[in-house]
């Protein structure tokens, strides 16, 4: 019988996926916060989706299906440090603290990212220890600088 796949070598495989970095970011009566995230994708243009998949324990998943929505800020080349601290277990409501952002359509958009995105959550998904969230595109914009990016277990710029 053919081994089990190792979970470390399924890390080492999809850690070769060089992505972005993204915070998702969310406020409600839940409180508000966000967690650092790169299982995210584009998913329909017409209507416009985006996904993200969020671990099941993750303290940001409540808030985000409190709410019913949530941003998606994808960082730039210098905000290496904001990417620490919403992959941190830092309380969930210090972690805006003293981190630049404004509220469109009510969800936190931090300051200086390379691009955002405001969702609606459309449809929350089980993905063994993920959720799979969906959600549909209320707003973009676009923001200035080169992308911070992810690739073998660390930060890397362009
Ligand atoms: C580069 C990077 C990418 C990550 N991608 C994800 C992701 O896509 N989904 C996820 O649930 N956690 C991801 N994490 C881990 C979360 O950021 C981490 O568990 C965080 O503490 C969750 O915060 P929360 O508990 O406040 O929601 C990633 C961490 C890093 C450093």
């Not at 989706?49 to 671990?55: N, Y």
């Not at 929505?69 to 730039?76: I, Q, S, T």
């Not at 905000?79 to 919403?86: H, K, T």
Request: with cysteine.
């Amino acid at each position: 019988m053919a081994a089990a796949p190792d979970p470390e070598l399924f890390r080492e495989v999809f850690g070769r996926f060089a992505t972005g970095v993204a915070v998702i970011t969310s406020a409600g009566a839940a409180g508000a916060g966000g967690m650092t995230a790169n299982a995210l994708c584009s998913l329909s243009l017409d209507p416009l989706l985006a996904l993200v998949c969020f671990e099941n324990r993750a303290r940001t998943l409540p808030i985000v299906r409190e709410a019913g929505r949530f941003a998606v800020n994808l960082l730039a080349a210098d905000q290496e440090r904001l990417a620490g601290v919403f992959a941190s277990k830092l309380p969930e409501s210090e972690k805006l603290d003293g981190v630049p952002h404004r509220l469109e359509h009510d969800m936190p958009v931090i300051e200086g990212s390379l691009a955002w995105a405001t969702c609606d959550l459309r449809e929350l998904i089980a993905g063994g220890d993920h959720t799979i969230a969906i959600g549909s595109v209320l707003a973009l914009g676009l923001g200035e600088g080169e992308p911070l990016l992810w690739y073998g277990g660390h930060y890397h710029t362009l």
